[in-house]
């Protein structure tokens, strides 16, 4: 049998593993529209999308700033500033990309980011072709069959923590600073 002070001491433990466990769902929710995916932290909202390559494609937004982003198997030099070919239903161009550490991950930042949004609505598949050395290409493939979706979702939870005080953001250069 237990004493008052055990019974107490359990009462307390399971409050607090309770409220453990309700910060820990909000810290990091996760939300699937189709072929994309939405992760929203406490600071941050990523939505985003993955091909068979494990290559990723994505909506990163911190406070206020917003970028799409290349992540490859491929690796890359941290702050090398590079072209990409990008390739959509209804757009084709040469867009810059720079390598940026963010959460000891090495991310490409896609640049202008209206030229990826654009390109992001329009079609169900963007493409892109990095150069490689000795001429060669890698080429990336990514649904977007739930990306404008995800991304009006991710913009409007990045808006919503706007208004609460954040931690400093990692250093993205080549990023948007969105007016949410």
């Not at 963010?102 to 963007?126: C, Q, T, W």
């Amino acid at each position: 049998m237990l004493n008052k002070q055990s019974k107490i001491c359990i009462k307390i433990c399971l409050l607090l593993a309770t409220y453990s466990l309700s910060i820990c769902t909000q810290a990091n929710d996760k939300i699937i529209y189709q072929n994309w995916a939405i992760d929203s932290g406490l600071e941050t909202v990523e939505a985003y999308t993955a091909n068979d390559s494990s290559s990723s494609f994505g909506l990163f937004c911190g406070g206020s700033t917003c970028t799409f982003y290349l992540h490859t198997n491929i690796g890359c030099q941290p702050n090398a500033k590079n072209s990409v070919l990008l390739n959509s239903a209804s757009i084709s161009t040469a867009i810059n990309m720079q390598c940026t550490l963010i959460r000891n991950n090495y991310f490409e930042i896609l640049e202008p980011f209206d030229v990826v949004m654009n390109a992001v609505n329009s079609g169900e598949y963007i493409g892109f072709a990095v150069a490689l050395q000795g001429g060669a290409f890698a080429v990336a493939r990514f649904s977007l069959i739930g990306a404008k979706t995800a991304i009006g979702q991710a913009l409007n939870l990045a808006a919503s923590k706007k208004s609460k005080p954040s931690p400093p953001q990692p250093n993205l250069q080549n990023s948007r600073q969105i007016n949410l």
